[in-house]
């Protein structure tokens, strides 16, 4: 080569010269050169990666950046757990079981959180190629050990990028394949396979910090795995025990959350203290907060806490589906200029069998009379408006009736105000015929529903945004809810399944099973003679006499159930909140019960009380009563 320095060796020199040849690692020695002179051979250029182009092609799509840079693992990777979420998704929102929507929400956000992670992780592959190639020496490194080198510092996946090809695949072909046996697993097996990888995950975790600790004698300590194993193995737990035995106790969580940063903490400062032992000043173990292995598991718990919790705040989500159905309408208010307007008859045909209420806004009261047909009297309130453009208003409200099988009331209001958008109150009276019966489907966004002296053929819904549900005297199979307000059932000869968000709820005299739910509210039960499942996040429960098996919980409240027997298996249990049991001390029940925090009386002969736990039997034994509490839990004598 005409512009290549040649160089002239000493005869020692040239006995021991040779030259590492780059690329293909030849080795050039003088004798073989024929000379005294040798020229160096070209060295092997390798192409330089720009950064700019490598956040380009991972934003453009992703993986291609990382492919670009020469990770073919990660490049892989990123795009194939795109799919794998788009594959789930697909899967959870067709496959025709009950969905769940948090879940649902967590899986759409995490397509653009992968994403912009492959946009970061790019730029900062390229940053480590760049700092690798400016390194002293870089260079002149053999290719072998440069390639070792870039391994190490940019830290692509190991045998991890082999398990995800191998699950992600069996999962992608089962989401294609929508086999029966998947979908009962999730249903029904879901929490406690879940809840065993948490555990798993923990320990692992937790054992592979100390085993590094101990046999890798790593210079720096990183605080936070021990937390995070903590956090996971707990949230495991929690999981795992709700699923066995069906109870709420991962809603404990709201509570204890605090513990976490506690946790975080102390082994902070178990470092702080164990680096500085006497001998250590110098050379004990530096630490640094890792929060690459805690965020992680902070994330993770609580994609499980919002997933596996979302009936105990799907109230708020179907809250905001009422109002974004209803954020066009502003509700007028029974007040101002109030129009009767005629009594409106509906026929009724031999095959009617249904009557179905759509209201928008005001009560809804149904009873019965000695009638032939269907009557009904409305009341329009307008207010903010006064005389002739209130008539106006009035007269332009009335009702719409569809005739036939199903018998079909709708309210039209003519909306009016300086927005165009609110609504006439229209208060709804109706009379049914005392010589039928209908089933009832009764739906209104703002107003009370009340039924009187009213019999259906058999099933009986009601929902109301905004108002309270009063029952007296129904016959049927009742199923109904209020996003806010009271409920109040008595003399109900069916089955009742009522639940609120916001309200007091209180029941007498129910033939059929009762079932009762708030998320802010007390309860109450008497008399009823079947099955009672009463549950409430923030409030009292009080049972009287529960006639057969009883399934009481509150969260956050007092549980009182007061009963002269005991015929039924009975599950109590309240997070925050003394238990007071008052049983018979005669009958055939066996007792479990436990309280972790507060104490435990007894007066009934039979009762054992150890330390924190309260077992025993009276009579034969034949059904179950099991407490579980935190706070004082009380079993008195009726």
């Known amino acids: 080569m005409k512009n290549e320095p040649r160089m002239t060796l000493s005869a020692k020199e040239q006995e021991s010269y040779s030259v590492m040849e780059r690329g293909d690692k030849q080795l050039v020695t003088v004798e073989e050169s024929g000379g005294a002179e040798v020229i160096p051979p070209r060295k092997k250029q390798r192409p330089v990666k720009r950064k700019f182009i490598a956040g380009l092609l991972a934003a453009m799509v992703p993986g291609t950046g990382h492919l670009y840079l020469g990770l073919l693992r990660k490049g892989i990777s990123f795009p194939f757990v795109i799919v794998l979420d788009i594959a789930a998704l697909l899967y959870f929102s067709s496959i025709g079981m009950q969905i769940n929507v948090p879940l649902l929400i967590l899986l759409a956000l995490f397509i653009p959180a992968v994403y912009f992670y492959n946009v970061y992780d790019a730029l900062q592959s390229a940053d480590r190629m760049i700092r690798l190639r400016k390194m002293p020496g870089a260079a002149d490194t053999a290719m072998d050990s440069v390639q070792e080198q870039r391994r190490r510092f940019i830290s692509e996946p190991g045998i991890s990028f082999g398990l995800l090809l191998l699950l992600g695949g ?111 000043a110098v050379t004990g173990p530096r630490f640094r907060l890792d929060f690459r292995g805690l965020l992680p598991a902070v994330l993770l718990g609580a994609s499980v806490f919002i997933v596996s919790e979302q009936e105990h705040y ?15 309408v502003d509700y007028g208010e029974a007040k101002g200029s109030k129009f009767q307007k005629p009594v409106l008859t509906v026929p009724v045909e031999l095959r009617s069998a249904k009557l179905a209420i759509d209201a928008i806004n005001g009560d809804i009261v149904v009873h019965r009379s000695p009638i032939d047909q269907i009557e009904v009297t409305s009341t329009v309130w307008v207010d903010q ?37 609110r609504q006439p109150r229209i208060d709804l009276d109706i009379s049914l015929p ?37 029952l007296h005297k129904v016959f049927g199979s009742i199923k109904g ?20 968000n916001g309200g007091d709820m209180r029941a007498w005299d ?64 309240s997070a925050v909140g003394d238990i007071n049991l008052h049983l018979p001390a005669e009958g055939s029940y066996s007792l479990k019960g436990s309280s972790s925090y507060g104490d ?10 150890d330390k924190k736990t309260i077992s025993g039997k009276v009579g034969m034994g034949e059904y179950k009563v099991e407490v579980e509490g935190n706070s004082n839990l009380n079993v008195i004598e009726n």
Do not use: C
Not at 314 to 321: A, D, I, R, Y
Not at 393 to 421: H, N
Not at 600 to 609: K, N, Q, Y
């Open 170 to 280: 069996i999962m992608l072909f089962f989401f294609r394949q929508r086999p029966v046996w998947l979908r009962y697993f999730i249903e029904h097996q879901a929490g406690a396979a879940v809840g065993i990888l948490l555990i798993a995950g923990g320990v692992f975790l937790a054992a592979r910090e100390i085993g590094i600790k101990m046999f890798r004698r790593r210079h720096e300590d990183r605080i936070g795995r021990y937390t995070a194993s903590f956090l996971l193995i707990g949230v495991g737990i929690l999981l795992f025990r709700d699923w066995q035995w069906g109870t709420d106790h991962m809603l404990l969580l709201l509570k204890w959350w605090p513990a976490l940063p506690v946790l975080w903490g102390l082994e902070y400062l178990s470092n702080f203290f164990i680096s500085r032992r006497p001998g250590k």
């Open 314 to 328: 799907l109230h708020l989500w179907n809250k905001v589906s009422l109002n974004l159905t209803a954020a066009a």
């Open 385 to 421: 408006l006064e005389g002739a453009r209130a008539e106006a208003i009035s007269d332009q409200s009335f009702i719409e009736v569809t005739e036939g099988p199903t018998i079909k009331l709708t309210t039209k209001g003519k909306a009016y105000g300086e927005s165009g958008k």
């Open 434 to 470: 005392d010589n039928r019966r209908f089933n009832l489907d009764i739906r209104t966004m703002n107003g009370g529903i009340t039924l009187q002296n009213t019999e259906a053929i058999q099933d009986i819904s009601l929902e109301t945004g905004n108002g309270p549900i009063i």
């Open 481 to 500: 809810k209020t996003y806010n307000g009271e409920v109040k059932v008595r003399e109900i000869e069916g089955d009742v399944d009522l639940s609120t």
């Open 510 to 573: 129910v033939t059929g099973s009762l079932k009762l739910s708030t998320a802010v509210g007390n309860i109450s039960a008497d008399r009823s003679r079947t099955d009672i499942d009463v549950s409430t996040k923030n409030g009292n429960v009080v049972v009287n006499e529960a006639r057969s098996s009883l399934n009481a919980q509150s969260l956050n409240g007092i549980i009182d159930v007061r009963s002269p027997y005991v015929q039924g298996d009975w599950n109590i249990y």
């Open 600 to 609: 435990i009386i007894s007066d009934i002969p039979g009762l054992v009380i």
